[in-house]
């Protein structure tokens, strides 16, 4: 709760941001019709929750966010983001949308689009769904060299299924050394394919793909990919990344004074990942469990957890990220920065992050970095 009580001072203070919106990214299966080269995903059996029990855990959450508004006097836009695994192997998905929806959440659906019927489509619509995501790496050779020959075609018969009935879907890319020279004709072939908007992430080693060191781009590489990404964005079409490091590179700044994370590395602040057997994680790509739902409530654990906390905490973080003044806006991508060094036998959850550009700017103090 004391988090809470200092972001809600520091919205008053002075901040942009009105509204604290917070996510849940909920892993319904591990059961996938793919094999993409970069997954995150360990392979293995588990015993999933059922649609009773996400059901019961999402009253849950739903009960957690009333209490923040209620008690901490400020305005909450919670959302779940379902996904897997592929979500529509789940026979519990639908359920699982409609108990969210009731409960006062927004939702999205990830996906690799490939198993989309018309009577999804419509299902989403009638249910509110604010987005479906789609992956696509790229055009069809390099979708189908990641993911497997025909998961390009199926995942653009999904998506048009979807714009042709009125649902929002965006197109989302694993941004690697694969796809990064072929950034335009990415988002050009998500135009014509009829998605809405498409947004960039990064590549992270870890899960299945944990031997993809090679394929991740070096700083400079990263920021030149971001501005063009940036530079993409327009009116008619939306291109994106959520990305720490594209938040600094459009321009976010810390508010005056400000000491805690508005924006950046969602981890331990403003999301929280679900697995399908109820592990918490602050994120999926980092894999470290914060406690289990099936063990405790996910209110608890949000106010509890020495991981999550640990990630609040700037004293933590080491090198560069810890003392730079974006930490508030930025703090890297902790994913990135937990595999890279997990990869070289020495696994830090707050190193620096390595595909940072500023880091290399030896001649300038990171406090007073900017690109």
């Known amino acids: 709760m004391l988090l809470l009580k200092v972001l809600k001072k520091e919205i008053v203070a002075g901040s942009a ?34 649609p009773e029990e996400i059901k019961a855990q999402i009253g849950g959450a739903a009960d957690m966010f009333q209490a923040w ?28 949308v409609a108990h969210a ?13 490939s198993l989309i019927s018309l009577a999804d489509a419509h299902q989403a619509k009638s249910l509110g769904v604010s987005e479906i995501q789609i992956s696509l790496e790229g055009p069809r050779d390099i979708h189908d060299t990641i993911r497997g020959k025909g998961s390009f075609d199926a995942a653009l018969r999904g998506a048009r299924i979807l714009a042709e009935n009125g649902q929002n879907v965006m197109a989302n890319v694993t941004l690697s050394r694969l796809n990064a020279d072929r950034i335009e004709e990415t988002v050009e072939t998500a135009k014509d394919a009829g998605f809405g908007s498409i947004g960039f992430s990064r590549l992270v080693p870890c899960g299945s793909g944990h031997d993809l060191l090679a394929q991740m781009l070096e700083p400079q590489e990263i920021r030149k990919a971001f501005c063009r990404i940036l530079d993409l964005n327009g009116p008619d079409f939306e291109v994106s990344s959520g990305d720490p490091l594209a ?6 700044q810390p508010a005056t004074g400000c000491s805690l994370a508005l924006s950046g590395c969602s981890a331990g602040f403003s999301g929280v990942t679900i697995a399908c057997d109820g592990t918490v994680m602050p994120c999926r790509r980092i894999g470290l469990a914060a406690g289990n739902l099936r063990k405790s409530s996910l209110r608890k654990i949000w106010a509890t957890s020495r ?7 700037r004293e933590n973080y080491k090198g560069s990220c810890g003392r730079c ?20 036998g020495r696994a830090d959850l707050f190193a620096d992050d390595p595909q940072c550009w500023l880091i290399d700017q030896e001649e300038t103090p990171p406090a007073a970095k900017f690109p």
């Open 17 to 50: 941001i009105q509204t604290f919106h917070f996510f849940i990214q909920w892993h319904l299966t591990e059961r996938c019709n793919l094999s993409c080269r970069h997954c995150y995903q360990q392979k293995g059996k588990v015993r999933e929750m059922t």
């Open 69 to 96: 508004e209620e008690e901490q006097g400020m305005t909450l836009s919670p959302s779940i983001h379902f996904t897997g695994g592929e979500p529509f192997l789940y026979d519990g998905l639908w359920d699982a």
């Open 101 to 113: 929806r009731n409960a006062g959440c927004q939702t999205a659906i990830l996906t690799n689009g």
């Open 247 to 252: 938040t600094v590179l459009a321009g976010v």
């Open 307 to 313: 991981l999550l906390w640990r990630l609040r905490n």
């Open 325 to 344: 003044i974006l930490w508030p806006v930025c703090r890297g991508c902790r994913a990135v920065a937990y595999a890279c060094s997990a990869a070289q």
